[in-house]
């Protein structure tokens, strides 16, 4: 699953935070969330989670789904 990179971008500058303030949060350092934010590695479950947290962001905005994803999202119980 990917992630919207330029919504979480965004959505940090929004709140006023630093790239620094972040990693900080998540325990990473400004350079490796750099990494992450610009798409050079990927974000781990574990990090998107305390991100979502972070920025106070619905999961649904930045979280990318496959067509075959959103067709079992759409099904019917």
Sequence with gaps: MK??????RLKRI?????QEYIADSLGVSQAQYSRLERGAIEFTIDISGKLIILLEINPIEIFIFSNQMKDLMMVKK
């Design 3 to 8: 992630l919207n990179l330029d919504k979480i």
């Design 14 to 18: 929004d709140l006023g935070f630093s």
